[in-house]
């Protein structure tokens, strides 16, 4: 398993921007696909935003979509998610989770395909 440590969460105001950051601890973090996943208090973990290890395929959720972007350094071993536009309803416990993948352009968007996951960072958007 791979380590992942959240951070970047925050309070903004709606319209506003956060950029989350995942720092992963393998030395091997080229070969995993990132993605984040969002949980609301009393709501499901959701899926939010996925990025191949080559970070050269992307894949988000209908409500982020043209808001948020994924983006990952390799070099640095750090997956990016910045939010823009901001909405209340983005409110939500953030996690990031990795997966080795065999091939490059492979994302995961399922939560039962990741074995390691972060332990989340609080995003609260205000109106």
């Known amino acids: 398993q791979v380590q992942l440590v959240e951070s970047g969460g925050g309070t903004a105001q709606a319209g506003g921007s956060l950029r989350l950051s995942c720092a992963a601890s393998?030395?091997?973090?080229?070969?995993?696909?990132v993605s984040w996943f969002r949980q609301a208090p009393g709501e499901e973990r959701k899926f939010v935003a996925a990025i191949s290890r080559s970070g050269l395929r992307t894949y988000y959720a209908d409500s982020v979509k043209g808001r948020f972007t994924i983006s990952r350094d390799n070099a640095k071993n750090t997956v990016y998610l910045q939010m823009n536009t901001l909405k209340p309803e983005d409110t939500a416990l953030y996690y990031c989770?990795?997966?080795?993948?065999?091939?490059?352009?492979?994302?995961?968007?399922?939560?039962?395909?990741?074995?390691?996951w972060g332990q989340g960072t609080q995003v609260t958007v205000s109106s």
């Open positions: 989770a990795a997966e080795f993948s065999d091939s490059s352009g492979r994302y995961y968007y399922f939560a039962a395909d990741f074995a390691s």
């Open positions: 393998v030395r091997t973090f080229s070969f995993y696909a």
